[in-house]
């Protein structure tokens, strides 16, 4: 019976998660575009999601981050919308597999690193703040780099033309870009997850951490 009562909660965190990833999309909230690239507040619910219900959760949300690139770029494409979606074509550079690839993976192990960094925190400083804010810090950090890392690796020649820039000069583009867009994505996760996974571990007491 309690393992049924959990399951019923567990759903209901996880529908609600999926529902506020779904709206910020919808709205101007999820990504804010200012440049080639955009800020995005879409890692926010993957972290606490994560660091609430473990990194399953957390991968499956991330899972849901990297569709809403998808689709956006698909939909509302960009000058550099071909790395997020294999389905557009944009200056005649084309999107493929490896667009699938920067989409969905990086998101994906956001949830997977959240997860297992809130543990590993949370076992170690014995205070959920604490640990809710190293674990939102270090995946912002590794979702950003990571993203951005594949970007240059699978695209760099692709990306430098759509920006009109030399390849010499992408390395300093993207470096610039973590200097800037960065730093209000990890300021927002640490404040978010360390408000609303320390609330949601007590509110919802045996949740935490069971994926």
Request: net charge positive; charged share 5%.
């Amino acid at each position: 019976m309690n393992k049924s009562k959990l399951s019923v909660r567990q759903m209901c965190v996880l529908a609600l998660f999926l529902a506020i990833e779904i709206i910020m999309y919808l709205t101007p909230i999820g990504y804010l575009r200012i440049n080639a690239l955009s800020v995005t507040l879409m890692h926010v619910p993957v972290i606490i999601l994560a660091s609430t219900m473990g990194p399953a959760a957390g991968a499956f949300l991330g899972f849901v981050f990297g569709c809403t690139s998808i689709i956006g770029a698909t939909m509302t494409p960009g000058i550099t919308s071909f790395v997020f979606s294999p389905f557009v074509t944009v200056g005649g550079i084309s999107g493929n597999f490896f667009s699938l690839v920067i989409a969905l993976v990086p998101r994906i192990l956001l949830g997977v690193i959240a997860g297992y960094v809130f543990k590993f925190a949370r076992k170690y400083a014995k205070n959920t703040p604490v640990a809710a804010g190293i674990a939102a810090a270090v995946a912002t950090v590794c979702h950003t780099i990571m993203v951005l890392g594949l970007i240059v690796i699978l695209f760099g020649p692709q990306y430098s033309e759509a920006l009109g820039i030399s390849q010499a000069a992408l390395n300093g583009v993207m470096a610039g870009v973590i200097g800037t867009n960065m730093l209000p994505e990890v300021i927002v996760a640490v404040v978010s997850n360390m408000a609303l996974a320390t609330a949601l571990s007590s509110r919802y007491v045996g949740i935490t951490q069971q994926a």
